[in-house]
């Protein structure tokens, strides 16, 4: 079923943000996934994020996939660019539009399948480029499009609707990250979007690849007993570690942070993430210690929410390749071709 048009419907007065524009300025078409989908509640997630940080449509870049997920960003911000890639490729659109023009703000959205399985490669290596994107995963733990197969994200034993329990280890994206030396790690729930909205806005304000796994269960293929990507297993089991919240950067904020009260991290724009740590040693700067902390809680069968990891310092693929501050498209010709004389002295270094 193709995606319509949403109607809108006259309302009261709706409330505008910062540049005067309402939350429903910032929706897209009508979404075809099935009633009740994960997925629908992590693009309302996304629409109030843009929506109170007021991002004007046209800064923002979606890009996408194939598979259930990747139809997520027709339902959001009509007004942005977009491109859905082919399967797996999305990081590597990301990458070479975030290259041609650093000025957008972009956010992927993928599945599971797409970046776990066929796309595991160029996910790794977006996340070693620290390409400057919100990656959001939604993870269903299936192969929803293609009537339920389990993904790599499902858990040993987990059951499908149909078929034998799943033998085959699941890959972490949260452990990959780590693996990969990420600069941002989260985990939410689509769910619990009081959580998941604090989460994006962080991610968005973050200098580097904000990679976010969402537990998005689905209502049709995973939503069973026996599935752990379910909405009951998931609000049994899920472990809010950091409770997370964010500070818009405004003329002056004060802040006294006692010994076991909110931990600040300042953003590289200058905005802050509010941490309040359930155990009191936990440390999401720490590298190590946050891999240890998430195999013990999925040792106990349980699953952490929240920023996970978070490291402010290392370069983003801009940095590391002394990248213009202007996006190509608004580079001059002569810059952009500064003719054969230069690229004969440039060959030279090749010889």
Same mark, same amino acid.
């Given at each position: 079923?193709?995606? +319509?048009?949403?109607p809108?419907?006259?309302?009261?007065?709706?409330? #505008?943000?910062?540049?005067?524009?309402?939350?429903?300025d910032?929706? /897209?078409?009508?979404?075809?996934?099935?009633? /009740?989908?994960? &997925?629908?509640?992590?693009? *309302?997630? +996304?629409?109030?994020?843009?929506?109170e940080?007021?991002?004007?449509? &046209?800064?923002?870049?979606?890009l996408?996939?194939i598979?259930?997920?990747?139809?997520?960003?027709?339902?959001?911000v009509?007004?942005?660019?977009?491109?859905?890639?082919?399967?797996g490729?999305?990081?590597?659109?990301?990458?070479?539009?975030?290259? *041609?023009?650093?000025e957008?703000?972009?956010?992927?959205?993928?599945?599971d399948?797409?970046?776990?399985?066929?796309?595991l490669?160029h @996910?790794?290596?977006?996340i070693? !480029?620290?390409?400057?994107?919100?990656?959001?995963?939604?993870?269903?733990?299936?192969?929803?499009?293609?009537?339920?197969?389990?993904? %790599?994200?499902?858990?040993?034993?987990?059951?499908?609707?149909r078929?034998?329990?799943?033998?085959?280890?699941? +890959?972490?994206?949260?452990?990959?990250?780590?693996?990969?030396?990420a600069?941002?790690?989260?985990?939410?729930?689509?769910?619990?979007?009081e959580?998941?909205?604090?989460?994006?806005?962080?991610?968005? *304000?973050?200098?580097?690849?904000a990679?976010?796994d969402? +537990?998005?269960p689905?209502?049709?293929?995973?939503?069973h007993?026996?599935?752990?990507?379910?909405?009951?297993?998931?609000?049994?089991?899920e472990?809010?570690?950091?409770?997370?919240?964010?500070?818009?950067? =405004?003329?002056?904020?004060?802040?006294?942070?006692?010994a076991? *009260?909110?931990?600040?991290?300042?953003?590289?724009?200058?905005?802050? #993430?509010?941490? !309040?740590?359930?155990p009191?040693?936990y440390?999401?700067?720490? =590298?190590?210690?946050?891999e240890?902390?998430?195999?013990?809680?999925?040792?106990?069968?349980?699953?952490?929410?929240g920023?996970?990891?978070?490291?402010e310092?290392?370069?983003?693929?801009?940095?590391?390749? &002394?990248? %213009?501050?202007?996006?190509?498209?608004?580079?001059?010709f002569?810059?952009?071709?500064?003719?054969?004389?230069? @690229?004969?002295?440039?060959?030279?270094?090749? !010889?």
């Amino acid at each position: 079923m193709p995606s +319509i048009t949403k109607p809108r419907i006259p309302l009261a007065v709706q409330q #505008v943000n910062e540049i005067g524009l309402t939350i429903h300025d910032y929706e /897209g078409a009508m979404s075809t996934l099935c009633a /009740g989908c994960g &997925h629908d509640s992590i693009t *309302a997630a +996304i629409v109030h994020t843009f929506w109170e940080l007021s991002t004007p449509p &046209h800064q923002i870049a979606k890009l996408s996939g194939i598979g259930c997920s990747s139809k997520t960003p027709t339902y959001f911000v009509r007004g942005a660019h977009g491109f859905n890639s082919a399967h797996g490729r999305m990081a590597t659109i990301a990458t070479g539009a975030n290259a *041609a023009n650093r000025e957008l703000t972009y956010i992927g959205i993928s599945g599971d399948g797409d970046s776990l399985s066929i796309g595991l490669g160029h @996910l790794a290596h977006a996340i070693r !480029r620290n390409v400057n994107m919100v990656y959001l995963i939604e993870n269903n733990g299936v192969y929803g499009l293609t009537k339920g197969q389990v993904s %790599p994200s499902a858990d040993i034993g987990t059951r499908p609707k149909r078929g034998e329990p799943n033998a085959v280890a699941p +890959i972490d994206p949260m452990l990959l990250g780590l693996t990969m030396g990420a600069t941002f790690l989260a985990r939410g729930f689509s769910g619990d979007k009081e959580q998941l909205i604090p989460l994006l806005k962080a991610g968005v *304000a973050h200098n580097g690849l904000a990679l976010i796994d969402v +537990i998005s269960p689905c209502v049709t293929f995973n939503d069973h007993e026996g599935s752990t990507k379910s909405y009951r297993y998931i609000r049994e089991h899920e472990v809010k570690e950091i409770q997370t919240d964010y500070v818009p950067v =405004r003329d002056e904020i004060k802040v006294s942070i006692g010994a076991s *009260a909110s931990r600040e991290v300042v953003m590289h724009d200058g905005s802050v #993430v509010r941490f !309040r740590s359930v155990p009191k040693n936990y440390d999401p700067s720490d =590298r190590g210690k946050v891999e240890e902390y998430i195999r013990d809680r999925q040792s106990r069968g349980e699953v952490a929410t929240g920023l996970l990891y978070m490291n402010e310092s290392p370069p983003d693929l801009h940095d590391l390749h &002394h990248t %213009p501050t202007l996006g190509l498209n608004k580079l001059p010709f002569s810059k952009l071709c500064p003719g054969s004389l230069e @690229l004969d002295e440039l060959q030279k270094d090749f !010889r």
